[in-house]
């Protein structure tokens, strides 16, 4: 059984910042792409970035040069930090990690979800 926790999210002003944390915990023999993603009520899930183990980096356009994605595979953790935030940013953060139990097979696991929201 594997488990994303994530934590950080909050209520900050425009133009603040957070850091948003996934640590993946249970039975992880290699954890390959991981990803933050958000959500708005009645949208689709959306792309806000990802990292490789290499690592190699992906930004959705709207929070490139704000946002950065990295990861310490010591830990099995990956981190958001946001910068500059805006109230369009406001939305659920999901982490998903692509995780093998053993040498082979790998699936996506998906964290329960952070509210940010970026408010005055």
């Known amino acids: 059984q594997v488990q994303l926790a994530e934590s950080g999210g909050g209520l900050v002003q425009p133009g603040g910042s957070l850091r948003l944390s996934c640590a993946a915990s249970?039975?992880?023999?290699?954890?390959?792409?991981m990803g933050w993603y958000r959500q708005t009520p009645g949208k689709q899930r959306e792309l806000v970035a990802t990292?490789?183990?290499?690592?190699?980096?992906n930004y959705a356009d709207s929070v490139k040069g704000r946002f950065t994605i990295s990861r310490d595979n010591a830990k099995n953790t990956v981190y958001l930090q946001m910068n500059s935030l805006k109230p369009e940013d406001t939305a659920v953060y999901y982490c998903?990690?692509?995780?093998?139990?053993?040498?082979?097979?790998?699936?996506?696991?998906w964290g329960q979800g952070t509210q940010v929201t970026v408010s005055s």
């Open positions: 998903n990690a692509d995780i093998s139990a053993s040498v082979g097979l790998s699936r996506v696991y």
């Open positions: 249970g039975n992880i023999f290699l954890i390959y792409d």
């Open positions: 990292i490789t183990r290499a690592p190699t980096t």
